[in-house]
Nanobody
């Protein structure tokens, strides 16, 4: 019903920037919120940023002030602008669409690697 495709990952030096994109397609009218999560090897998947349909945002403590979530409704796309990147930001970044309760869809993930 819902397809999410992430793009924009890559290799960047510490202090640099990347912008991730998540393009959504399918039955989108019931989406409650969209979010970005990340997972490094051996670590739990953690919230990076999320945005509700109304536009409210929430950020993980480790990225506040550095990352910004935004959307372009006409393109059904959510973005994650990542600035002042640190080596500890290295992870696979996943886009998620939430439908309330435990209903959600995940994208395939995109690798972000930050070199020191």
């Amino acid at each position: 019903q819902v397809q999410l495709v992430e793009s924009g990952g890559g290799l960047v030096q510490a202090g640099g920037s990347l912008r991730l994109s998540c393009a959504a397609s399918g039955s989108l009218l019931s989406i409650n919120s969209m979010g970005w999560y990340r997972q490094a090897p051996g670590k739990q998947r953690e919230l990076v940023a999320a945005m509700t349909r109304a536009g409210s945002t929430n950020y993980g403590n480790s990225v506040k002030g550095r990352f910004t979530i935004s959307r372009e409704n006409a393109k059904n796309t959510v973005y994650l602008q990542m600035n002042s990147l640190k080596p500890e930001d290295t992870a696979v970044y996943y886009c998620k669409a939430d439908f309330g309760g435990n209903r959600g869809y995940w994208g395939q993930g995109t690798q972000v690697t930050v070199s020191s």
